[in-house]
């Protein structure tokens, strides 16, 4: 078990440019949940999948925002036009409802930053 | 919808002194789920403690321990023997279990806890 794996780990890019981070969760865990850390701040829940299918949408994220998870093994979250204010580090973590413990393992996050 | 509130923005301590962080929450579930996460410098969260809302039994995980005040909605984290690799952000975090499973976990702002030597 190699834990929960995220890449990249830093991203710079330009406004109005896409940009995509992957998400690699534990093998045997079906949830998958994505999150957004601003500095100083807690994260934020952003989206939720169990298996392949997208449970829970926060309303932070925008039109802007896309996730997937197609086979319900590693997801992608896109930002289309990012702006200044989607600078975070983006979070991704997963867990199964088999231990019924709802504890969630964290991956080391992407940090973007946008110029 | 869920709040998670933690006052204090900063503690430091000396090694192997006591601490206890404050944390209340409010939510209008029943069934529901309290963590401490611990997020040192540049390294990813781990889970410190987690308590179930329906035990009334406070969580020990070796140093680490609770104060679970339900009816308050209050959980604090007390931290024993402090030492210098607790130095960390921590969050506490509210997760509400529903009949569709799961949602997604509620932060605090967080404390920076710093132990000095």
């Known amino acids: 078990d190699t834990g929960v794996s995220q890449d990249p780990r830093h991203k710079i890019t330009k406004r109005g440019q896409n940009v995509t981070f992957r998400c690699d969760p534990i093998?045997?865990?079906?949830?998958l949940y994505w999150y957004r850390q601003t500095l100083g701040q807690g994260p934020e829940f952003l989206t939720y999948?169990?298996?392949?299918?997208?449970?829970?949408k926060s309303r932070l994220l925008s039109d802007r925002f896309s996730a997937e998870r197609p086979k319900g093994s590693f997801s992608t979250l896109e930002i289309q036009r990012t702006e200044q204010g989607d600078s975070a580090m983006y979070l991704c973590?997963?867990?199964?409802?088999?231990?019924?413990?709802?504890?969630?393992?964290f991956g080391p996050g992407t940090r973007l930053t946008v110029t | 919808a869920q709040t998670v509130t933690q006052s204090q923005p900063e503690m430091s301590v000396q090694e192997a002194e006591t601490v206890t962080l404050s944390c209340t929450y409010d939510?209008?579930?029943?069934?529901?789920?309290l963590f401490w996460y611990k997020q040192p410098p540049s390294r990813q969260m781990i889970l410190v403690i987690r308590?179930?809302?329906?035990?009334?039994q406070n969580a020990t995980e070796n140093r680490f321990s609770v104060n679970f005040q339900k009816a308050a909605k209050s959980f604090s984290l007390k931290i024993s023997d402090s030492q210098l690799g607790d130095t960390a952000m921590y969050f506490c975090?509210?997760?509400?279990?529903?009949?569709?499973?799961?949602?997604?976990?509620?932060f605090g702002k967080g404390t920076h806890l710093i132990i000095q030597p």
């Open positions: 975090a509210l997760e509400v279990v529903t009949g569709g499973g799961a949602d997604g976990l509620t």
């Open positions: 093998s045997e865990h079906n949830r």
């Open positions: 999948f169990q298996n392949e299918a997208q449970l829970e």
């Open positions: 973590a997963s867990d199964t409802e088999l231990t019924g413990s709802y504890e969630q393992y």
């Open positions: 939510t209008s579930e029943s069934n529901y789920y």
């Open positions: 308590q179930e809302a329906y035990k009334q």
